[in-house]
């Protein structure tokens, strides 16, 4: 490879990486090439993007950022796959797509200034997304507020009632 490529491919991963909200490692080796470019599609719908990588190049790519200790995770076969959104999405995605594709090897993850193991892609694909989240939150906000409006519709309606009641009484009263 030309030298100004190579400098090129660093710049062009330095800037996803610095634009990426998560990075996934993976070994897509052995992988059918429909199959990548079915996960490429799936991903880019979430957005979030693959990118195989020559692993010297990433290894200088993430120093030059500042990043480090992902030097285990760029041995043999690598692509990055990179989220610019919600960070778990893609991990949710890669797990039920490995169930019926079988050959995408998680070799670790990179988010929030955090570095997560191979062993811990399963504890990440399982955690709740932030749409989820915001689901939940207004879910539980929602719910003592509906229940709120119904306690106060319920006693309007008995004070309606009880009006009328009294307005019935005073009326017999007065013939």
């Known amino acids: 490879m030309v030298a100004s490529d190579k400098v090129l491919k660093l710049e062009q991963i330095k800037k996803l990486v610095s634009?990426?909200?998560?990075?996934?490692?993976?070994?897509?080796?052995?992988?059918?090439?429909?199959?990548?470019?079915?996960?490429?599609?799936?991903?880019?719908?979430?957005?979030?993007?693959?990118?195989?990588?020559?692993?010297?190049?990433?290894?200088?790519?993430?120093?030059?950022?500042?990043?480090?200790?992902i030097e285990s995770f760029?041995?043999?076969?690598?692509?990055?796959?990179?989220?610019?959104?919600?960070?778990?999405?893609?991990?949710?995605?890669?797990?039920?797509y490995s169930k019926k594709t079988v050959g995408i090897k998680i070799k670790g993850a990179f988010f929030e200034n955090s570095i997560y193991q191979a062993n811990q892609f399963e504890f990440l694909a399982s955690l709740p997304s932030r749409p989820e989240l915001i689901a939940e939150f207004i879910g539980s906000v929602q719910q003592p507020l509906n229940d709120l409006v119904f306690t106060l519709a319920g006693l309007l309606q008995?004070?309606?009632?009880?009006?009328e009641e009294l307005k019935e009484i005073r009326s017999k009263q007065n013939k």
């Open 19 to 69: 634009d990426a909200k998560a990075i996934y490692f993976a070994d897509l080796g052995r992988i059918k090439a429909n199959d990548i470019t079915d996960l490429r599609r799936k991903l880019s719908s979430v957005n979030a993007k693959v990118k195989v990588v020559k692993n010297r190049i990433t290894k200088r790519a993430f120093n030059e950022i500042g990043l480090s200790g």
């Open 74 to 96: 760029l041995v043999g076969p690598t692509a990055l796959i990179l989220s610019f959104d919600d960070p778990l999405t893609p991990a949710k995605l890669i797990k039920d």
């Open 158 to 163: 008995q004070l309606i009632v009880g009006l």
